[in-house]
T-cell receptor
Framework: KAGVTQTPRYLIKTRGQQVTLSCSPISGHRSVSWYQQTPGQGLQFLFEYFSETQRNKGNFPGRFSGRQFSNSRSEMNVSTLELGDSALYLC????????????????FGPGTRLTVL | AQSVTQLGSHVSVSEGALVLLRCNYSSSVPPYLFWYVQYPNQGLQLLLKYTTGATLVKGINGFEAEFKKSETSFHLTKPSAHMSDAAEYFCAAMGGIQGAQKLVFGQGTRLTINP
């Protein structure tokens, strides 16, 4: 079974631009979560989607948004990029169902490394 | 709100020595606890998880962790370190909002293995 894939793997943008990152979950997984990883702040939760609906959101400004498609693939968008948005963005998928099943393992993709100049 | 604290951002041990990585969590009922490993330029891989039941949890690659509610700890151990264990390790907790899949991570511990 193929793992979580993220595209692109590396991205360089300049301040003020916007960017879209893509995540394809493991087949059959309906929950997709996004995390930002930086040396200073560590790993921080961005948001989680389940069946095309955002179920939970972290403490990030509105410039960070996401969506999920009917095939469970997800995209996240960052508008008006700032230097501080430079980070590794990780996507994770899980079998999580409608009910709360926190023990479902989250499978992480390799990440997209975004550099903002 | 959940919080996770990893004591020691860098740990260095000799090959064959005991590995001990420390993790404490803020009290929450019930806490679901996880240890992940991250190799350079890769995503996170689950080592082990505690949900309910046995407090000593065995994971992959010879790692294990013990959940101690009285100490709010979930320390990760491995009896004998191997060079391939060099990586960054993250302790994480999940819980709180019903229906959410939100992991709260510690700051990470970089493990170095000396030959």
């Amino acid at each position: 079974k193929a793992g979580v894939t993220q595209t692109p793997r590396y991205l360089i943008k300049t301040r003020g631009q916007q960017v879209t990152l893509s995540c394809s979950p493991i087949s059959g997984h309906r929950s997709v979560s996004w995390y930002q990883q930086t040396p200073g702040q560590g790993l921080q939760f961005l948001f989680e989607y389940f069946s095309e609906t955002q179920r939970n959101k972290g403490n990030f400004p509105g410039r960070f948004s996401g969506r999920q498609f009917s095939n469970s693939r997800s995209e996240m968008n960052v508008s008006t990029l700032e230097l501080g948005d430079s980070a590794l963005y990780l996507c994770a998928s899980s079998l999580a169902r409608q009910d709360f099943t926190p023990w479902d393992e989250q499978f992480f993709g390799p990440g997209t490394r975004l550099t903002v100049l | 709100a959940q919080s996770v604290t990893q004591l020691g951002s860098h740990v260095s041990v000799s090959e064959g020595a005991l590995v001990l990585l420390r993790c404490n969590y803020s009290s929450s009922v019930p806490p679901y606890l996880f240890w992940y490993v991250q190799y350079p330029n890769q995503g996170l891989q689950l080592l082990l998880k505690y949900t309910t039941g046995a407090t000593l949890v065995k994971g992959i690659n010879g790692f294990e962790a013990e959940f101690k509610k009285s100490e709010t700890s979930f320390h990760l151990t491995k009896p004998s370190a191997h060079m391939s264990d060099a990586a960054e390790y993250f302790c994480a907790a999940m819980g709180g909002i019903q229906g959410a899949q939100k992991l709260v991570f510690g700051q990470g511990t970089r493990l170095t293995i000396n030959p």
